[in-house]
């Protein structure tokens, strides 16, 4: 394929795995085949939204070797290899996608895939064993995946998904049917738990939910959500499922400047900003898995590495009592220290950063690794990630592409 048709595909593709929430921020990378001897694939760090021909990059396949200044995706090294093994493959796209991330958590392969979705992906599904991000460890872990199985889908433990296509569209066909592949296979184990059918994967939330309830979170009171912005010395509050209303409140004093109405946890978004100067945006998240995590687990360890990257080393489950304000806020503060979310008992999750698009890939993260935690409680397996890893994920994420997503 010519070069620069081959970047232009890629930009394509960045701006759809987006838009259809497969890949975030700069996490993932895509690649289109050039030759036999080159690749094209996205930058290191680089948000997919604004990717512009000059920063795609072309790779050698044999040597990984680049020209110019634009470093390639960390993960180049997958893609060759992808290629190397896969003489048919065109195009690659390694995704975030969500059940997929649900599945690389619990240690085992999918071998059970019907035959309507064999015919798109192959009849299962390898986990590739874990490595750190853009370490050799991982790439060694999905060739070796990638040999044991004639699967076009390789789920890479604690990570995320590589799929392969002969084309463009053929790689978006099997992200898509891989994530209905992962949905059933969570359905199918509720059914053997439960001896019914999931009518959604909302069911089988409500079942973890109450099947490993914590009676202490899940008796704490619940209130009306509502999200933030710092506007200055005030932030303005508004309910997440309102009429659009919003107040403005100082965040010194605790004043209503304006508008009718003091929320319930206004209180608590306020002692936020008053100790928290690197966080200018407030996310409650109410979805059904991130509630009923809310209700079941009082520490959070990551199963998934971006959950450890964005969010922190652990998410604490702190209560928030709407009629003590002060005290449960000073809780929730402390439980979020550090982080960038934290679960309030009975009633989801905050999401916090420094700018909305910041506090929205948090959410979208918090999401996942809720998910991710849900299934672990369901199939009874599914180990953390190491704490050191942990710790060394968010270290880099803070110091190095964070900055990035800025540029």
């Given at each position: 394929m010519d070069i620069?048709?081959?970047?232009?595909?890629?930009?394509?593709?960045?701006?759809?795995?987006?838009?259809?929430?497969?890949?975030?921020?700069?996490?993932?990378?895509?690649?289109?085949?050039?030759?036999?001897?080159?690749?094209?694939?996205?930058?290191?760090?680089?948000?997919?939204?604004?990717?512009?021909?000059?920063?795609?990059?072309?790779?050698?396949?044999?040597?990984?070797?680049?020209?110019?200044?634009?470093?390639?995706?960390?993960?180049k090294g997958i893609h060759a290899e992808a290629y190397k093994?896969?003489?048919?493959?065109?195009?690659?796209?390694?995704?975030?996608?969500?059940?997929?991330?649900?599945?690389?958590?619990?240690?085992?392969?999918?071998?059970?895939?019907?035959?309507?979705?064999?015919?798109?992906?192959?009849?299962?599904?390898?986990?590739?064993?874990?490595?750190?991000?853009?370490?050799?460890?991982?790439?060694?872990?999905?060739?070796?995946?990638?040999?044991?199985?004639?699967?076009?889908?390789?789920?890479?433990?604690?990570?995320?998904?590589?799929?392969?296509?002969?084309?463009?569209?053929?790689?978006?066909?099997?992200?898509?049917?891989?994530?209905?592949?992962?949905?059933?296979?969570?359905?199918?184990?509720?059914?053997?738990?439960?001896?019914?059918?999931?009518?959604?994967?909302?069911?089988v939330y409500d079942f973890v939910a109450h099947r490993f309830e914590n009676k202490k979170f899940a008796a704490a009171p619940q209130f009306e959500a509502c999200n933030s912005a710092r506007d200055g010395s005030v932030f303005n509050i508004s309910a997440v499922n309102g009429n659009g209303e919003v107040s403005r409140i100082d965040i010194k004093t605790g004043d209503l400047v304006a508008g009718d109405n003091y929320p319930a946890s206004a209180e608590l978004h306020r002692a936020i900003y008053k100790k928290r100067k690197d966080v200018n945006y407030i996310v409650h998240n109410q979805n059904p898995e991130v509630m009923a995590v809310s209700k079941t687990t009082k520490v959070m360890k990551p199963l998934l590495d971006d959950l450890a990257q964005l969010v922190g080393g652990t998410v604490q489950n702190a209560v928030f009592d709407p009629n003590s304000t002060l005290k449960s806020s000073k809780k929730v503060v402390r439980a979020l220290k550090g982080r960038y979310g934290v679960l309030l008992a009975n009633n989801g999750a905050l999401c916090v950063a420094g700018s909305e698009y910041d506090a929205t890939a948090v959410e979208m993260v918090m999401e996942k690794g809720c998910k991710a935690e849900v299934g672990k409680k369901l199939f009874g397996t599914g180990k953390p990630i190491n704490p050191i890893e942990t710790r060394l994920m968010r270290f880099v994420y803070l110091q190095k592409y964070s900055k990035q997503a800025k540029k």
């Open positions: 620069q048709a081959a970047k232009e595909l890629v930009i394509k593709a960045g701006k759809e795995v987006v838009a259809s929430g497969l890949i975030a921020r700069t996490w993932g990378n895509i690649s289109c085949r050039v030759s036999d001897t080159q690749f094209v694939i996205t930058p290191s760090g680089r948000p997919y939204e604004g990717l512009t021909p000059e920063e795609i990059v072309l790779v050698n396949i044999a040597d990984l070797s680049y020209d110019g200044d634009v470093k390639p995706s960390s993960e093994l896969r003489p048919e493959v065109n195009f690659v796209i390694h995704t975030h996608q969500m059940q997929a991330s649900v599945i690389s958590t619990l240690g085992f392969d999918i071998n059970s895939v019907d035959a309507k979705s064999a015919e798109v992906i192959g009849d299962n599904v390898p986990l590739a064993s874990y490595g750190l991000p853009g370490t050799g460890k991982l790439r060694e872990g999905v060739v070796a995946a990638i040999k044991r199985s004639d699967s076009k889908a390789v789920i890479m433990a604690h990570h995320g998904a590589l799929c392969m296509g002969e084309s463009y569209e053929d790689a978006f066909a099997v992200a898509a049917e891989l994530e209905k592949v992962c949905a059933a296979f969570i359905c199918r184990k509720y059914g053997e738990l439960t001896g019914t059918i999931a009518s959604s994967l909302e069911t």
